[in-house]
């Protein structure tokens, strides 16, 4: 079986080193974006990806367009390309280059959660389960026909973090499985109920601004999902502050308004209250209340 597989960040990456252990698979090359400068000394940076192509010792390609991609693709006999997470819409020419098509992982139970960010808006949502879909990629967004599903849990904790991790790991273990049946003949791609679909968008930074005039529940959910970026921040006395761990209480107060019992914050919102458990003040390293009580509670008055 002969592979190109498509991919840029760590969700990616375990679903690769997978593939590359299986006998009977031939990864042909490594499709990733363009290495990138990153942080106040602009360093440029390998893709996650990239640098577990160079482990695995692949054959890498990191295309700036779409033209330098199909250029590079236009000699490769592939029985399948691969996308996880990838980063660039393909072009129709590349959607029929491979023997059985292009099947992409997508991080959401689909028809649902079409786009950039599932796994962030199902924690938003306060989802109970999530999963991931295999599906053959078509001209629309998400819209191809679906290989297979495979649920997953989502529990009270979980993250951002701990979801990416979770639903990487149950890719890696199906995808290698629903490529056997492709070829063999077992597994044919059922069409997606378009009416049923729901669409979210990419993530930007200004969406971890706090409005306390939505529910403790909400605000919550927003911690678990924009957690470690763009991360949830309010304001304290005119200094910007990061929630990165909070509880819920039933208390009600005023949405915005401060309390402080027993070296216990609580945040009034629209219902409940939050009760900070994790912070961070602009230019500080992350802290407990009790250490932020001890050095900066004259930000609370």
Excluded at 4 to 16: D, K
Excluded at 65 to 87: N, Q, R, S
């Amino acid at each position: 079986m002969r592979i190109v597989f498509f991919g840029t960040p760590e969700f990616a990456v375990p679903s690769l080193k997978i593939l590359a252990q299986v006998k009977g698979i031939e990864i042909l090359s490594v499709v990733t974006q363009p290495d990138k400068a990153v942080g106040r000394k602009q360093e440029m940076t390998f893709p996650d990806v990239k640098k577990a192509a160079l482990e695995l010792k692949l054959p890498i390609i990191q295309p700036r367009t779409k033209k330098e991609l199909e250029e590079a693709l236009k000699d490769i006999k592939a029985d399948f390309f691969i996308v996880i997470a990838y980063g660039m819409i393909l072009t129709e020419k590349i959607l029929n280059m491979p023997k059985y098509g292009v099947i992409n992982v997508h991080a959401s139970l689909l028809p649902k959660y079409r786009g950039a960010s599932p796994i962030q808006e199902c924690l938003l949502n306060g989802d109970k389960e999530t999963g991931i879909s295999i599906m053959k990629i078509s001209k629309g967004m998400d819209e191809g026909d679906i290989f297979l599903i495979k649920r997953v849990p989502i529990e009270n904790e979980d993250t951002t973090t701990t979801l990416f991790s979770k639903l990487a790991v149950t890719s890696s273990v199906i995808l290698p499985l629903v490529l056997s049946d492709i070829v063999k003949g077992i597994l044919s791609p059922l069409p997606q109920n378009n009416q049923k679909a729901t669409y979210c968008r990419k993530i930007e930074k200004e969406d971890g601004k706090i409005n306390w005039n939505k529910t403790a529940e909400e605000i919550k959910n927003m911690i678990r999902a924009y957690t470690p970026w763009p991360n949830v921040y309010t304001e304290l006395s005119g200094k910007k502050i990061k929630i990165l761990e909070a509880e819920i209480s039933k208390d009600d107060l005023p949405p915005g308004k401060i309390a402080l019992e027993n070296n216990i914050i609580k945040i009034g919102t629209k219902k409940g209250s939050l009760i900070p458990k994790k912070i961070q003040l602009e230019g500080k390293s992350p802290m407990d209340i009790k250490n932020f009580l001890n050095g900066y509670k004259s930000l609370l008055k």
